[in-house]
């Protein structure tokens, strides 16, 4: 009984928080190549496959954990209410998150040994905002009722990357029970901006000892941005222009701040009818040296207003003494300092079962010894690093084959936007080209202000065998 | 093979259709957002000071007279000229001399033009007993040009003539901001 109550307690703790990069669809679907994005020791059901240019793979998702767009523009009643109450139901812990990919070039192939190498280049954007609690109110409300709270400036967190991903890859078959696999990774910044773990706290207090009615307190304030890829495009006189796209294409293609990074997985069958698989992708950095710039705000400080000494015909600059002052002590700089990001790392685990046996003769290039099924169910656990901790998402799945050419994948998704993500995805193949197109929270497509998130992810690729 | 392309075609054209057939936003009014207003309301300190009897200097007209002035630069910040809509000046005084004040105070332009005028009484007290005066000086939405048109803040205090008894003037200010962005 205590397990199943610490059981629970695990459920509904991981259910509280999710990602907009799960990619919970096309986790183990073994007849899609991205499959292997997500787990590099997945399994392929092809023996090679050239993803077409630009169309292999376009992912977006959006989502807020917090608010939807209807909870603040619904008909009737004032938006102003709304927001307001809202700006009291959200947390620190409240996000804001968009990600954006796109297969640019996607090749794979197995050799002899049954091994299957991948390679190829995606474009990603990423950016991940907390929501910043206190400053939000300070900035809505201001602090005329709020005498005596700490507005905390470590509130504000986010990160915004904008990258190239270069990748090569391979899938081992150890043993016809245990595949693993390993991607290498070299990204290339187009932008980066990063503002993560911020200090200080603002304060106004009564002074009944002192010598005004109020003491405002800025206390250890050390608030720092990090810009790559930023400062020179502000500066363009046309950041349209050509030279602009001129710039970000060298930055996009190797000439800009660089990283390394690393994808590992495995697949793993305990039996027939079982099958396990885990993957940890982008175990990595990006050294942003290149066009940075950091503002940074820093110090303390703490003021009664201006004391007045009059001391006759020579007034002393009074204000200028008090920005002085506020200037000493609550300092503003601009810096060009290098820094290093870690890229969000990504896990994934899943279990499933197998049932409803696919006896049509197998290949044996691939390593399918094994029994073979129609039909999965399983269960799958996302995990990704953002600033203040893990998020995380559990999914359910039917995973169904009706025929060699179509095949689709149900998933229910419990994640901190909705307990309702039902997703939905299909893949169908006419001779060597393939198509796939995934969406989840499919609930909320009959009205998307509603939904906290949405993700859809579809492509085109031909895929071969070797009969 | 020009069927089985027919068929992808229609194949991707009618998952789109049916995920774009369903999906759209509905029940809301993106307008809104002309009518969205951020109302801080600001607490700030202001001016203070402490003032005993050798501050007070001049005889004119059997009067004593302490004066003194100080820029306030963030009147003329963006904030105040485009987004406060009234404001509240608190002014609070304690008196222990045994004899009566008058403060005026006085927001001033760049040119030192008088844009808005407050005179405050302020009776007398004892050091046991000090008396205190608690005013505050309402400048609403109509009159919030006085504000954005200022610069400085004069304090002139008077009292009549004669010896002092030992005693001290404090006052102690903040301001009330109300804005919408």
């Not at chain 1, 077409?52 to 004032?78: C, N, R």
């Not at chain 1, 790559?228 to 602009?244: C, F, K, Q, R, V």
């Not at chain 2, 009234?86 to 927001?107: D, G, P």
């Not at chain 2, 008077?158 to 919408?180: A, I, M």
């Amino acid at each position: 009984m205590r397990m199943r109550i610490k059981l629970l307690v695990f459920i509904w703790f991981i259910s509280l928080s999710a990602s907009a990069q799960n990619k919970q669809l096309i986790y183990n679907f073994d007849d899609l190549p991205q499959n292997l994005l997500t787990n590099p020791g997945g399994e392929t059901n092809f023996d090679m496959h050239i993803g077409l240019p630009l169309l292999s793979q376009i992912h977006l998702s959006a989502g807020s954990s917090g608010v939807s767009l209807y909870d603040i523009f619904q008909e009737g009643g004032s938006v102003n209410d709304r927001i307001r109450r809202s700006l009291f139901k959200m947390t620190r812990r409240d996000f804001f998150t968009v990600n954006q990919q796109l297969e640019i070039f996607s090749i794979g192939w197995r050799d002899q040994k049954r091994r299957y190498y991948t390679a190829g280049i995606y474009q990603e954007l990423d950016a991940f905002l907390y929501f910043p609690k206190d400053p939000a109110l300070l900035a809505y409300e201001g602090n005329k009722n709020y005498i005596g709270k700490n507005f905390n400036f470590s509130d504000a967190a986010f990160t915004a990357d904008a990258l190239n991903v270069f990748h090569i890859g391979f899938t081992n078959y150890y043993s016809e029970d245990l595949n693993y696999g390993f991607r290498g990774k070299i990204y290339s910044g187009v932008f980066n901006s990063y503002s993560v773990g911020n200090k200080g706290t603002f304060r106004t207090e009564l002074s009944p000892e002192g010598p005004n009615i109020y003491r405002h307190y800025m206390n250890g304030v050390d608030v720092l941005i990090n810009t790559a890829g930023y400062a020179d495009l502000l500066d363009a006189e046309n950041p349209s222009g050509i030279g602009t796209l001129s710039k970000i294409g060298k930055r996009a293609f190797l000439g800009g701040n660089l990283g390394l990074g690393l994808d590992a997985g495995f697949t793993w069958y305990p039996s027939d009818q079982y099958r396990v698989t885990g993957s940890i992708l982008d175990i990595g950095f990006i050294r942003h040296s290149k066009n940075v710039e950091n503002y940074r705000y820093y110090g303390n400080y703490q003021t009664d207003g201006i004391q007045l000494l009059f001391p006759g015909n020579n007034a002393p600059s009074y204000w200028d003494e008090w920005e002085d002052d506020l200037d000493r002590n609550l300092k503003d700089e601009t810096l060009t300092n290098s820094y290093i990001t870690w890229r969000p790392v990504k896990i994934n685990a899943s279990i499933d079962y197998g049932f409803y046996e696919n006896a049509e003769p197998c290949n044996c290039y691939r390593p399918m010894g094994r029994r073979r099924y129609y039909n999965h169910i399983g269960a799958q656990v996302f995990a990704m690093k953002r600033p203040r901790g893990l998020n995380y998402a559990t999914t359910l799945y039917y995973d169904r084959t009706f025929n060699e050419n179509l095949r689709a994948k149900f998933t229910y998704t419990a994640d901190s936007y909705s307990f309702s993500n039902i997703g939905l995805m299909v893949s169908a193949k006419l001779y060597n080209f393939n198509v796939y197109l995934a969406a989840d929270n499919l609930l909320d497509y009959t009205n998307l202000a509603k939904a906290r998130n949405a993700s859809v992810q579809l492509g085109f690729q031909l895929l071969f065998s070797r009969e | 093979m020009k069927k089985p392309l027919v068929k992808i075609k229609f194949f991707s054209a009618f998952f789109l259709f049916i995920l774009l057939l369903f999906s759209c936003v509905k029940d809301v009014d993106l307008g809104q957002y002309e009518e969205i207003v951020l109302p801080p309301q600001a607490s700030l300190d202001l001016i203070f000071f402490n003032l005993t009897s050798e501050d007070f200097t001049g005889e004119q007209n059997n009067r004593l007279r302490a004066a003194d002035v100080t820029r306030l630069d963030f009147l003329d910040d963006d904030y105040i000229q485009n987004n406060l809509k009234s404001a509240n000046l608190n002014f609070r005084f304690t008196n222990s001399f045994q004899r009566e004040f008058v403060a005026v105070i006085k927001l001033l332009s760049e040119g030192n033009g008088v844009q808005h005028e407050i005179l405050i009484p302020i009776p007398a007290g004892t050091t046991d007993s000090p008396a205190k005066v608690n005013y505050t000086d309402i400048i609403n939405e109509d009159q919030i040009n006085k504000i954005r048109r200022s610069i400085k803040m004069s304090v002139e205090i008077t009292t009549h003539s004669g010896p002092f008894v030992d005693g001290e003037l404090q006052l102690q200010s903040r301001g009330f901001f109300y804005f919408e962005f």
